[in-house]
């Protein structure tokens, strides 16, 4: 009985992947349902000792009282304690994926395999969508009929999210695993290898996930100095992003075909004309002027201007209100919204729900101790990874934790289902690869 349990768990787990696409619910339930089979499988194995005596297990637990303790002191105490509860599903999911799948080749080779064909298949989605091109209205449907809301930018099969970008940059490199470790054939291995990341760094380029594309870039940068074995993949493939991408950037009318009418570092402040044949007079020229987001350059040049500079802005200020117990988990949007000190931070846009980066939402939302838990976290996922059996895998797994973790970035919520349950499934996966022998 166990054994058939065992395995119809195992699968809903590996398949993880394939509900963020779905929807939160389904990643919610697993998870929960993951940390009930977790506690039952190990006390009817007699392993629950071994659990007990992980260090990351231990930490995970000690991090989450922590959670619970400070939200007594938050600006909204039934906000704080209700996420800070729940969080306690995204630290056991790394711990049910350790416990339950590593150094299973079977499992693993299931799960790296589906993540290597469900990137796959999401970018094909996203080149089909980005073919699709119209100049009046942009990128058009992709194979499911979904078309995305802002001119310009990709959303894949994932409905009204304008996410392919991350979600095949964070786990691409985890597909990787599947191609360097189960394909035996050297030859097949290299090429197949090259193909597969100059496909993701391309298909990043053009979802218009900027942040994306350069942590994406960061991890193949990371395995080409560090992981020599295989310096020739990432080289090769790092070069083929860069001159694809350009040659896209030069011929592609979305990038030319346009006048530039106002930049300004504000959302959505580039403002451009488009010229094009009208549908229903193809002799006659039709302009239609369009609102994007500003250049890099643009936001650099003014960040203070810019959605993130004020954003950042309002956190440190919050921060310096609320040094040492921070303002509580999910207060954001609620202390924007309800103190007279800060509804005026943020000009020409609404209060958003979260500070748009991991460390700063730590140091706002838990204080002090918070960032410093949240950075001893990471440490002991680290840690962990270096102590058990070093090899191939474990360059996989650092290089995806940066790409994950990077601290100059913007990210979206860890309190947020897509976004946690992600996280940290790939936590568990880069732990469980670690522990997988030779």
């Known amino acids: 009985m166990l054994n058939k349990v065992n395995f119809f768990f195992i699968f809903f787990i590996s398949i993880l992947p394939l ?85 299973n080749k079977n499992i693993l080779k299931f799960t790296t395999g589906l993540i290597f064909v469900l990137v796959i298949l999401v970018c094909f989605d996203c080149i089909f969508q980005f073919l699709n091109y119209d100049p009046e209205f942009g990128f058009g449907k992709d194979l499911l009929g979904f078309t995305p809301d802002w001119y310009g930018r990709l959303n894949g099969p994932f409905y009204q999210e304008l996410i392919p970008g991350a979600y095949i940059s964070k786990f691409g490199l985890i597909g990787l695993a599947f191609a360097l470790v189960f394909f035996k054939n050297k030859r097949l291995q290299n090429y197949l290898s090259i193909f597969y990341l100059t496909l993701i760094g391309v298909v990043t380029y053009i979802s218009g996930e900027r942040m994306a594309l350069a942590t994406f870039m960061l991890g193949l940068t990371f395995l080409f100095i560090f992981y020599s074995k295989k310096r020739i993949i990432f080289f090769i493939s790092i070069l083929l992003i860069c001159l694809i991408s350009l040659f896209i950037n030069k011929n592609h009318p979305f990038y030319n075909d346009y006048k530039i009418l106002e930049s300004t570092p504000y959302h959505l402040g580039l403002k451009i004309e488009k010229s094009f044949q009208c549908k229903e007079n193809k002799k006659l020229t039709c302009n239609k002027i369009i609102n994007l987001q500003p250049s890099f350059v643009e936001v650099l040049k003014n960040f203070n201007e810019s959605p993130y500079g004020q954003i950042y802005s309002l956190s440190l200020k919050m921060f310096s209100d609320h040094k040492l117990q921070g303002i509580g988990l999910n207060n954001f949007t609620y202390l924007c919204e309800n103190d007279d000190r800060y509804k005026d931070k943020i000009k020409n846009y609404n209060c958003v729900s979260h500070p748009h980066n991991i460390y700063l939402q730590w140091l706002v939302e838990a204080g002090i101790f918070g960032i410093i838990f949240f950075v001893l976290y990471l440490y002991f996922v680290v840690q962990f990874i270096l102590k058990n059996n070093f090899n191939k895998f474990s360059f996989l797994s650092l290089a995806n934790l940066l790409i994950i973790f990077w601290p100059i970035m913007s990210t979206g919520s860890l309190l947020k289902n897509w976004n946690g349950v992600s996280t940290f499934f790939l936590i568990g996966l880069c732990l469980s690869l670690s522990r997988l022998k030779k």
Do not use: C, H, M
Request: charge should be positive; charged fraction near 10%; proline fraction near 4%.
């Open 19 to 103: 509900s963020f696409i779905t929807g939160p619910a389904i990643p919610d339930l697993t998870i929960v349902f993951g940390g009930i089979f977790l506690i039952f499988y190990s006390y009817y194995k007699k392993t629950y000792q071994e659990i007990l005596n992980n260090s990351l297990f231990k930490f995970s637990i000690i991090f989450w009282f922590f959670l619970l303790f400070i939200s007594f002191f938050s600006q909204n105490i039934v906000l704080a304690y209700r996420d800070s509860i729940i969080f306690i599903r995204y630290l056991v999911l790394p711990i049910i994926l350790v416990f339950l799948i590593y150094n």
